[in-house]
T-cell receptor, first 114, second 115 residues
Framework: DGGITQSPKYLFRKEGQNVTLSCEQN?????MYWYRQDPGQGLRLIYY???????QKGDIAEGYSVSREKKESFPLTVTSAQKNPTAFYLC?????????????FGEGSRLTVL | AQSVTQLDSQVPVFEEAPVELRCNYS??????LFWYVQYPNQGLQLLLK??????LVKGINGFEAEFNKSQTSFHLRKPSVHISDTAEYFC?????????????FGKGTRLSVIA
């Protein structure tokens, strides 16, 4: 089935460690996005990529990094510079052409920093 | 740039009662509007979307929303809710014909259906 796969679903790390969250899609979508979700804050955009080997910062990019070496993959690294990394992270993708803005989401990754 | 305001952070409602979740947006250009639903510890699923045409949009699970350009609103309604509708609901906006620019989301409304 086509969709977006995020892994791991749950992740625990010690403070000061870098963590990489995986996001893979088989929808043949050009654009991919990472959002962070905190209670009562909605979804906030971290990074997005419109095409392979290109990405742009979102509203809260500090302390995060991404890469887009393949169309299918858009991993997010939460670095030790991120002051409050405990959150629920959502990856999404969007096709081009006649598609008019709908995002398809993965199931999310919950990161807890101890 | 666009922005979205969801006017209620929490809405409790009794089972089989009607519900309205309110959403207002701000934009200087034409927009596309979306409602998503999120069940606990899951990703978001699209409920419905307004792109153009009829201002009354019907979605999945019996939900509908009405686009009101003069009031810049896109309120979500359901005539009779079920326990299974308990979830968080997000309104989102994007400029029409704006390429791959990201959706902007509201802060969400938590709908609690009481038996």
């Amino acid at each position: 089935d086509g969709g977006i796969t995020q892994s791991p679903k749950y992740l625990f790390r010690k403070e000061g460690q870098n963590v990489t969250l995986s996001c893979e899609q088989n929808l043949n979508h050009d654009a991919m996005y990472w959002y962070r979700q905190d209670p009562g804050q909605g979804l906030r955009l971290i990074y997005y990529s419109q095409i392979v080997n290109d990405f742009q910062k979102g509203d809260i990019a500090e302390g995060y990094s991404v890469s887009r070496e393949k169309k299918e993959s858009f991993p997010l690294t939460v670095t030790s510079a991120q002051k409050n990394p405990t959150a629920f992270y959502l990856c999404a993708s969007r096709g081009g052409g006649l598609n008019t803005g709908e995002l398809f989401f993965g199931e999310g990754s919950r990161l807890t920093v101890l | 740039a666009q922005s979205v305001t969801q006017l209620d952070s929490q809405v409790p409602v009794f089972e089989e009662a009607p519900v309205e979740l309110r959403c207002n947006y701000s934009s200087s250009v034409s927009v596309y509007l979306f409602w998503y639903v999120q069940y606990p510890n899951q990703g978001l699923q699209l409920l419905l979307k307004y792109l153009s045409g009829s201002t009354l949009v019907k979605g999945i699970n019996g939900f509908e929303a009405e686009f009101n350009k003069s009031q810049t609103s896109f309120h979500l309604r359901k005539p009779s809710v079920h326990i299974s509708d308990t979830a968080e609901y997000f309104c989102a906006v994007r400029g029409a014909n704006s390429g791959n620019t990201p959706l902007v989301f509201g802060k969400g409304t938590r709908l609690s259906v009481i038996a």
